[in-house]
């Protein structure tokens, strides 16, 4: 079965800096998506990068890099200049037929 | 298109009755998905619809759980003899799905109080 793990329950840095979030998992699957997705204290699930599996280039969104290595199962976020609205749970997510979370990491943006 | 809409967002019901869920999904998106979510933990799956079949169901989902997608648009779960242990998070999110493409979108949720 598919699995995700997400090591960093909970992380803390300042504003401005950059901080990694990690992600792996497990499947057999050849063809499959991840994402990562953010729950700010609203509970609104918002999207904040996707990629394919079968593209090799990492997928960038402003900020927010991945670095995918589809050998080792990781998926890990890179947030740049983090903002305070960046403080959020994140979620990595790998689809195929179902949606597999992790189980989260809360990210604290401190001024 | 207004994305997926959960109603109601909130409910405080009392141990023992019956509660509905339902989950409006972006129109013609065929996968319709429905997880559970407690404070501070990721959401859990309870099941999933490709257009009205439902293709799987968590064993985390008791006898007392039943989803439905009747024609193959909107959703409803239910909870029968609702238990304290089913207060939680009712998300629903709903995409396109192929090989080829997969774009998730998701409620506001479901909030559940059993009291």
């Known amino acids: 079965a598919q699995t995700v793990t997400q090591s960093q329950p909970e992380m803390s840095v300042q504003e401005a800096e950059t901080v990694t979030l990690s992600c792996?998992?497990?499947?057999?699957?050849?063809?499959?998506?991840?994402?990562?997705?953010?729950?700010?204290?609203?509970?609104?699930?918002?999207?904040?990068?996707?990629?394919?599996?079968?593209?090799?280039?990492?997928?960038?969104?402003?900020?927010?890099?991945?670095?995918?290595?589809?050998?080792?199962?990781?998926?890990?976020?890179?947030?740049?200049?983090s903002q305070l609205g960046d403080t959020a749970m994140y979620f990595c997510l790998h689809v195929d037929d179902k949606i597999i979370f992790g189980k989260g990491t809360r990210l604290h943006i401190l001024p | 298109?207004?994305?997926?809409?959960?109603?109601?967002?909130?409910?405080?019901?009392?141990?023992?009755?019956?509660?509905?869920?339902?989950?409006?999904?972006?129109?013609?998106?065929?996968r319709l998905y429905w997880y559970r979510q407690t404070l501070?933990?990721?959401?859990?799956?309870?099941?999933?619809?490709?257009?009205?079949?439902?293709?799987?169901?968590?064993?985390?989902?008791?006898?007392?759980?039943?989803?439905?997608?009747?024609?193959?648009?909107?959703?409803?779960?239910?909870?029968?003899?609702t238990e304290q242990g089913d207060s939680a998070m009712y998300l629903c999110a709903s995409s396109w799905w192929d090989r080829d493409s997969n774009t998730i979108y998701f409620g506001e949720g479901s909030w559940l109080t059993v009291v």
């Open chain 1, 24 to 81: 792996t998992y497990d499947t057999s699957e050849s063809n499959y998506y991840l994402f990562w997705y953010k729950q700010p204290p609203s509970r609104q699930m918002i999207l904040v990068i996707r990629q394919e599996a079968y593209k090799q280039q990492n997928a960038t969104e402003n900020r927010f890099s991945v670095n995918f290595q589809k050998a080792a199962k990781s998926f890990s976020l890179k947030i740049s200049d």
């Open chain 2, 1 to 30: 298109d207004t994305g997926v809409s959960q109603n109601p967002r909130h409910k405080i019901t009392k141990r023992g009755q019956n509660v509905t869920f339902r989950c409006d999904p972006i129109s013609e998106h065929n």
């Open chain 2, 40 to 81: 501070g933990q990721g959401p859990e799956f309870l099941t999933y619809f490709q257009n009205e079949a439902q293709l799987e169901k968590s064993r985390l989902l008791s006898d007392r759980f039943s989803a439905e997608r009747p024609k193959g648009s909107f959703s409803t779960l239910e909870i029968q003899r």
